[in-house]
């Protein structure tokens, strides 16, 4: 190598172009952390004083202006619970369909267009389904089975659609080389195609548990209380939750001390970060020991 | 690959047969990572179910009777205060206490989703007539009364109003939309606009206020404000100088002006408990619950408690005219 190559104007004028796009995009990028940063730092400095392990354990008292929030974790878990049984059988179901059976055909293509457009309906909608579904027409009540399916419908297109992209991320010759060895297609899918995208499927049913836990809307017609001194025994009670929660404190109950909507804000993204870091965790893990 | 893909059936069988066992080199390796890959799934089950598991197996109180109760944003920070002390009076009944304003509970109760509805305005004939369509009869208790106060910002210098005034501002025909035609200047605002704070329409707030102000067949300006809660219209009062809002008494806060309101006889009457009790406060107004036909048992337990004088010591605390006297 001599020093033959020498920089032109344009070579110069390239490089600064290319230097201010990437300042300019940098810089764009940053400024996304902004709001998050902002939020997270009112919410830990105006909650100041809130947490204890009262705060986590005791029912709320005074009218709801003192004391802890736990029926309302406990409902929030009872509800992700059961609106994870029932979406994460239904959608991968669906998704090993969609990638692994059904041919392009018009009933697939509905079958697609239904998904994306169940994912783009606003979630009070899915709210009004639910009432009208499972709380009147089948005679669940407004129980934590009704906000929890209404919950699993609102999140069945995240799940299926994570599920079937990590599916179809799986190489195709790891398909073609199972076949080969004689097997069906249903050992192919259950020994090798779901074994090597159990991660992406989980990052799925965690993105749908972060959804869950925040969701208001959904929930408010068809499960969950506005207060309820006892923990629910079964499907069919009712529960508090930690997002109404703090819709009813925020907005209808006077005389509530600064901190707490802050403290209980601040615990339900806890919640949902805390699963995020754990999804992201497990999948880096996971995808380490991916062989290819 | 079309053709693996769809085999027939007949070919899918002599593959089953030609099962996969006896070759363990090959698949062995495969199977240990899905078992592993099982394993860990199983732990991150276990790691969420077990929480709930351990939550309500340690704290729950044996199975609890439910009695839902729900409906009026007025009435709900009450319901929710004789839920929580129905608790120690008789454990074994667990009320659920709901908000969304009268019309939700009203509906609720014609549907025949809760035990009890809670209402700051009566049922209508309509809606009585929809509840007994559908095999319901609800009864009507008056459970407290409320003062519907005016609120407006601290610094407003308003000192009362009468109802005209208020029909002025508020009513489809009303001519005021400024501070100083009312004769008010409010210091530091330029812009006196009246900025008028209202409530949703299934709010029996908003129904009351509007039969009592604005008359029978009276209806709202456009232009207001409608807000989705009784502490909302309180909230924007404070923070707005040129704002005027109603709102039940329990709302107040120190930060707002009540502005006393002309009785039939021209003399202010400052909204409070006390004047709400003896009506003489003319924008007050009673607090219902409905049930579904006859009470009995413990819905008929929880009502006697309500209008006993410990319930009714509870509604008086939350800022409430009780029904009974109250020493």
């Not at chain 1, 929030?69 to 994460?88: E, K, Q, Y």
């Not at chain 1, 989980?202 to 923990?231: D, K, Q």
């Amino acid at each position: 190598m001599t020093s033959s190559f020498t920089t032109t104007e344009l070579n110069r004028k390239n490089q600064r172009t290319e230097t201010l796009f990437k300042i300019l995009f940098g810089m764009v990028t940053v400024t996304l952390i902004i709001p998050v940063a902002v939020i997270l730092i009112t919410l830990v400095v105006k909650s100041d004083g809130i947490f204890s392990w009262a705060f986590f354990s005791e029912y709320p008292t005074n009218g709801m202006t003192e004391g802890g929030i736990f029926p309302a974790l406990v409902g929030t878990l009872w509800l992700v619970a059961v609106a994870l049984l029932a979406s994460v059988p239904l959608g991968v179901a669906a998704a090993i369909y969609l990638s692994e059976y059904a041919e392009d055909n018009w009933l697939t293509r509905i079958i697609n267009l239904a998904i994306i457009n169940l994912a783009g309906v606003p979630s009070i909608v899915h709210a009004l389904f639910g009432v009208g579904a499972f709380v009147l027409f089948f005679e669940f009540g407004t129980s934590i089975l009704a906000a929890s399916l209404t919950l699993a419908v609102m999140t069945l297109p995240v799940v299926i659609v994570a599920t079937r992209e990590s599916l179809q991320a799986v190489p195709q010759s790891f398909r073609e080389a199972c076949w080969n060895m004689g097997a069906t297609r249903w050992q192919t899918i259950w020994r090798i195609v779901l074994p090597n995208s159990i991660s992406g499927i989980l990052t799925g049913v965690i993105l749908e548990v972060s959804r869950t836990v925040g969701e208001t809307a959904p929930i408010m017609f068809t499960g969950a209380a506005f207060f309820l001194p006892f923990l629910p025994t079964s499907v069919y009670d009712q529960t508090m939750a930690m997002s109404l929660h703090l819709y009813v404190i925020s907005t209808q109950v006077p005389n509530v001390p600064d901190g707490l909507p802050y403290g209980v804000a601040l615990t339900l993204i806890g919640i949902v970060m805390i699963l995020n870091s754990a999804s992201m965790a497990f999948r880096t893990y996971l995808r380490g020991k991916k062989k290819w | 690959m079309k053709i693996m893909l769809f085999g027939t059936r007949a070919d899918r069988e002599v593959r089953e047969d030609t099962s996969l066992e006896g070759q363990s080199n090959f698949w062995g390796l495969h199977q240990d990572k899905t078992l592993q890959i099982k394993m860990k799934f199983n732990t991150a089950l276990a790691a969420l179910l077990l929480p709930i598991v351990i939550l309500s197996c340690g704290k729950a109180e044996g199975r609890a009777k439910m009695i839902q109760n729900k409906g009026s944003d007025t009435l709900v920070n009450v319901a929710q205060a004789w839920s929580e002390n129905y608790r120690e009076v008789n454990p074994s009944v667990a009320i659920v206490v709901g908000g969304g304003g009268s019309g939700t509970g009203i509906s609720a109760m014609i549907n025949g989703t809760v035990d009890i509805a809670n209402a700051s305005r009566s049922m209508k004939e309509s809606e009585l007539a929809a509840a007994r369509a559908n095999g319901i009869d609800p009864i009507e208790w008056i459970v407290g009364y409320d003062a519907l106060a005016v609120y407006v910002h601290a610094d407003n210098p308003i000192e009362s109003i009468s109802l005209e005034q208020l029909a002025s501002i508020y009513g489809e025909h009303g001519e005021a939309t400024t501070w100083s035609e009312l004769g008010i200047k409010i210091p530091g605002l330029n812009d006196d606009k009246i900025v008028r704070v209202s409530r949703q329409n299934n709010s029996g707030t908003y129904a009351y206020f509007r039969d009592t102000v604005l008359g029978k067949e009276g209806k709202y300006k456009l232009g207001t404000l409608d807000m989705h809660g009784s502490k909302d219209v309180v909230d924007l009062c404070e923070k707005t100088p040129g704002a005027i809002g109603y709102s039940g008494l329990a709302y107040a806060t120190d930060h707002v002006r009540l502005v006393p309101v002309l009785d039939s006889n021209g003399k202010p009457v400052i909204p409070t408990v006390a004047t709400a009790a003896d009506r003489t406060y003319p924008i007050a107004r009673p607090l219902f619950m409905y049930t579904a036909g006859q009470p009995e048992g413990d819905i008929k337990l929880y009502l006697d408690w309500i209008l006993s004088e410990e319930g009714q010591r509870i509604i008086l605390n939350k800022g409430y005219a009780p029904v009974i006297d109250i020493k």
